[in-house]
Each structure stands twice: as C-alpha cells, then as structure tokens.
C-alpha cells in the first residue's frame, strides 16, 4: 500500500525535482507485493534553518508511526472481524467482554525496528519531502524475530513463578502471549512465507506454562479470596472487601478478574452508602463518616462525592446559624460548643466561618476581661495571672491588647510578691534577736564555793537588762505549717554580739539572816558587752567585758572585769521559741581583782528574722519586668 500527498505542480523552487516524488516511479520501482512505502510533506513556507530541520526530525518521526500503524491497523482490523464472528455464537455478556478486551489489543502498536530499503528526503523554498520505502518480507522476519525473543523471555519468567509458586505475575504472562501473537499475526500478513515454525513451538510451551500457572495454590488462593469478599459485601462489611481487594490488587498485579471484582465493590459499597444517607437523615455526622470512608477508598467517586457536599453544606449553614444566634447572646460556654460542632466539619463559606471566628475571639476577650476584673477586686491574683497568661499563649497578638497587658502587669507584680514570699516562708531565718530580764545574784570568790559551808548560797541580787543579735548557722531545717503560719524550727548554732545593762538600783536582800550581808555596790548602773554563743539552742557560752558606771566611749579598761559564762535555754514550746528560760553560771575577774562566781536566771525573747530567698532571680523571671 502506497501512502501520497499530492504536492504543488507549480515548482518554485530552483532545486531539480528528484524523480522519486513522482507516484509512478515509486509503484514501478517498488511494487506493493514486495514493499510498503509511505511519502509525505509538510510546508516550511517562511521558515529558518533550525525550524526547517525540527520539521525534517517531526516528519520522519511521522513516516514511521504511519508504517507502524499501517501494519497494526491491518492486522488488527482483520483480527476483530474475525473475533466479533465468532462472538455472534456466545450470549451479550460475552459479547461485551470480548469486545472490551480486544479494544485493549487494538492500542498494541507494533514497534518494529524497520530495515529501510529506500530512505530520501528533499525540500524547496515550500515543501519538506520525504519517502521511506520498507521489504516486505524483512520486516517480517524482524517482527518473528521479536516475538520469538519476547516469549523465549516470558517462559523463562514463567519458569520461575512456578519454582517459586507463584501465580501473582499471571495476567502480564497472558499479556505477552497476546503481543507475541500480534506481532506474528503482522508478520503473516507482510510476508505469509514467512518462517514462524519456532515462534509456534515457542508459543505452544508458553500456554502450557500459563496453564499450569493457573493450577497453582496461590491461585486457589486467589478464588477463596474473592470469595470472601463476597462474603465482606453481603455482611455488609465494605471496608474490609475494599481492603481485601487493593491487597489482591498489589499481589496479583493487574489481574483482570480482580479489576472486575474491584469494580463490582465499588458499585455496591456506593449504593449501601447512598442508602444509609436516605435513612440516616437524622444522624449527618455518621452519614458524613460512612461517605468519607467510602471515599478514602474511591476519591473520584462523583456520585457520593456531590451527596458529601450537599449533606455538608446543610450542616455548615446549620452549625453557621447556631454559632452565631450563640454569640449575639453572649453565651460564651454555647458559642464555643457551637465552634467545636462547626470545627468537626467541612468548611463551606470561608468567610462566614472567619467572621464566626473573628466575633466569638471578641466575645471570648469581653468575657475574659469581666472575669480578670471580678478576680482581681476578690483578690484571686495566681489565676488571674494564670488566665492571662495562657490567653497569650493561645494567641500572642494580645501581646498589643493594652488592656489585657495591663492585667498582666498588675497579676504579675501580686503574684511576685506572693511567690517571694511564699518561698521566704520556706526557708530558715539567717539571723536571731534575743530580748529579756535577768536576775543577778550576788557575787562570791570563787575560791569559796569549794570552801565555804554551804558551797553557795544566793543572799541578795540585782536585775540585768539584755539585748543580743545572733547570725544563726543551720544544722538541720525544720519549717512547720500551723494554720497559715510557717514557722521556723530548724536546730541551729548562733554566735552573735550581746549588750546588757546592769541595774544596781535594784539590788535587793533575798534571805534575812543575821549571819549574811547584802553585797553593795558603789554606782547604780553598769554594762557589759560579750561574744555571745548558743550551740543546739540550748547550750550557751559567752565571753566578754564588764564594767561599772554609765557607759562611755572612754572606758578605763583598768577598772573592767572580764568574764565568761556558761548555761542553758530552755524553751516554753519546742526549738527556739521566742520565749524561753535562760540561767547562766559566770566566772570574772579584773586585773587587780580575784576571781568571782556568780549566777543568773531569767526570762528571754528571741525573735527571729531575716530569711533569704534563693530562688530570687527565677522568681523574678517568672514574672519579668514586675
């Protein structure tokens, strides 16, 4: 068969016309018993160099999709005769199969590697030429030559599904098999001399081999599978038949039984889907469920898609509606439920569900600031700072809102303050005071007291007025809640300054007894100042200076006496409580003097104070800028 484009008698150009545009020249010098040719053209009319050699590359490319479509076309039209004959015999159903599946076979191009007899190409000033000219029978024997390879290539793939028992490729292997016999069908029709006695042999074994591929356990497998998708559909179970389908899908590949079965799911899972939407008018939210299932599986399904819609859009208006009428009447708690409903479906209208945002953010702000206010006049400061402080995290555009920033500024700076102090209560206090009275009995030399009959005995004695500041030294941290109170009772060391003013005008006579008398004393006042130590609270050590007289910062330390004492403390309740009974035995002497004993007991108030927070800066940061 000859192809031609008839081209312009009128040649234009100055190039020779070569003679093998000419139809008879081509008919005369390559017959179509023994040849194919094709000739066409295409106007280069006003074009440049490089476009006039893209338009050669294109019409070449033309010329042998034309050879390979004229060799398909034939064979194929032939074929479908043939087979549309033969299906006359059977029922419609089968009709429509066969039908269907050669259409497949018909969009098979043969892709022969041609063997050109005659390749010529020629252009004037308007016209690209060109004319390929293929041998009959060499095309012939290259499209035999490919099919045999292609099933000398099935069988070996074959050959080792059925080592491995395997039947998943099964559908490619009959595919091939068709090509193969599309490529020999063309191969008869250019040349039927053509030698196709192996191609037989080949394809003979090749069905065989298909045959027992079909025996196969795998595919006994397969129709028990299919079987219980059957059983999935008539359960009504759609989502385990679709599942069960799309994994046969992926392990027998493109098997068309199971595209068939894959269709037969979709169109009944799509009416049990429509169904439940008719019936379930009541309940949207399911229906939506059930058809976005279904359309995780088809997507594409426009049917159930367009009801999707629809049932969303009602619902969207009705949830749009409520959220709104909610927020006219300032019902916060309703308007959010009313927002979680329109938040659980699709979003219809983009700006009625951004204005229904926008004006429940300004009722939820109303809302918050009435409730800041109201906590801050009952003094609930931590959840007001709480709550601003998470309305920031929500939505850090507040950081501009100057009336929530000043909420914050005033929670922040109470509740510094409160953390600052809740956090000094749990720590000791750093240092002691202690305040009290004690009486003074007389002096004795100490010599005496191991001598004299009895040892000591207190005759007269004056009072004694103390003052002392301790820096305490913690050994064990003891802080006890009582009520709103936390009290420090933590076991300490102090060491620390103490001043006491003696009171000689208080001297008075204890015992009336005419073999004692009342120690004197020449001023009415004196003082002294010493270390002062408690260890445990409860021991007491001290050393220090005594002197008579007013006190003076010109001291004559020639009339001062020096002493040291040692007692105990004994506290009314527990651990330095800040009353607490105080006796004392001193020893002190001056420089011209000997060593004197005395005794001492009384009543003492040891305040506590000065408690360091140690976790001042994060504290601090906590609340930033307060």
């Known amino acids: 068969m000859v192809s031609f484009l008839g081209y312009s008698q009128n040649n234009r150009g100055k ?28 106007s280069i009319k006003k074009m440049n160099a490089v476009e006039i050699g893209e338009t050669k590359v294109l019409l070449d490319k033309n010329l042998k999709e034309e050879l390979a479509s004229l060799i398909s076309v034939k064979i194929n039209t032939v074929t479908d005769q043939q087979t549309r004959q033969d299906d006359n015999w059977e029922d ?15 969009n098979i191009t043969v892709s022969a590697s041609f063997q ?35 099933l000398k290539n099935c069988i070996a793939e074959v050959e080792v599904s059925i080592a491995s028992k395997s039947s998943a490729s099964l559908f490619d292997y009959e595919n ?24 037989s042999e080949l394809a003979v074994d090749l069905s065989r081999y298909i045959q027992q591929v079909k025996e196969m356990d795998s595919e006994k497998k397969l129709k028990e599978d299919q079987g219980r998708v059957i059983a999935f559909m008539q359960e009504d179970n759609y989502s385990s038949a679709v599942k069960l389908v799309l994994q046969l899908k992926i392990i027998y590949k493109n098997r068309e039984e199971i595209q068939d079965l894959l269709q037969n799911v979709n169109t009944q899972y799509r009416q049990y889907v429509l169904e439940i939407n008719n019936r ?59 927002e979680r409903n329109l938040d659980k479906i699709r979003i219809v209208d983009l700006q009625k569900y951004e204005r229904v945002k926008r004006d429940l953010k300004e009722l939820r702000r109303k809302v918050v600031v009435k409730s800041l206010d109201k906590k801050w006049l009952d003094k609930q400061y931590t ?27 005033k929670f922040g700076k109470k509740c510094k303050k409160l953390d600052m102090s809740n956090a000094r209560d749990q ?122 007289g007013a006190f003076s910062t010109n001291i004559d330390f020639s009339e001062s006496n020096y002493f040291t004492t ?61």
């Open 427 to 548: 720590m000791p206090h750093q240092f002691s005071a202690s305040f009290g009275a004690e009486f003074r009995s007389n002096p004795t030399e100490a010599s005496n007291i191991f001598t004299a009959q009895p040892v000591y005995e207190v005759v007269s004695g004056y009072t004694a007025y103390t003052g002392a500041i301790y820096l305490r030294r913690i050994k064990e941290v003891s802080i006890v809640t009582k009520g709103e109170r936390k009290l420090d009772k933590s076991k300490s060391n102090l060491i620390g300054l103490k001043y006491s003013h003696l009171d000689f005008t208080t001297n008075r006579m204890i015992t009336d007894s005419e073999y004692n008398s009342m120690h004197t004393y020449e001023d009415s006042e004196g003082w002294e100042i010493s270390l002062d130590m408690y260890r445990n609270d409860f021991w007491h050590f001290g050393v220090g200076m005594r002197n008579n």
């Open 116 to 150: 050109f007899k005659f390749k010529k190409d020629f252009a004037d000033k308007r016209y690209q030429f060109a004319l390929r000219v293929i041998d009959r029978s060499v095309s012939a024997t290259v499209l035999i030559d490919k099919a045999e390879g292609l």
């Open 92 to 106: 419609d159903k089968h009709t429509v199969k066969t039908s269907t599946a050669f259409t497949e076979k018909l």
């Open 280 to 338: 379930e008018r009541d309940s949207p939210h399911y229906c939506i469920e059930v058809m976005g299932d279904f359309l995780s599986y088809f997507p594409e399904d426009a049917i159930v898609l367009s009801s999707l819609q629809k049932l969303e859009g009602d619902l969207f208006a009705k949830a749009i509606y409520e959220a709104e009428l909610a927020i006219r009447e300032e019902n916060l708690s309703l308007a959010l439920k009313m």
């Open 566 to 626: 040692f007692g105990i403390q004994i506290p009314f309740k527990g651990k330095r409580s800040c009353i607490a009974f105080k006796a004392d035995s001193w020893l002190y002497q001056s420089t011209k003097s000997d060593l004197f004993f005395q005794l001492s007991g009384g009543i003492v108030w040891n305040p506590l104070f000065g408690r360091i927070v140690e976790n001042r800066k994060s504290i601090s940061n906590k609340y930033k800028s307060f």
């Open 383 to 409: 959840d007001g700072w709480s709550t601003v402080q998470k309305l920031i995290a929500d939505n850090a555009i507040l950081l501009e809102d100057e009336q929530i920033m000043s909420y914050r500024k």
């Open 15 to 42: 190039a020779e016309r070569p003679p093998w545009l000419s139809k008879t020249w081509i008919e005369r010098t390559y017959p179509s018993d023994d040849f194919i040719s094709v000739i066409d053209s295409i």
């Open 176 to 199: 091939k098999l068709d090509v193969a016999q599309q490529y020999w069908g063309s191969a008869i029709w250019l040349d039927p001399d053509v030698n196709h006695t192996k191609y």
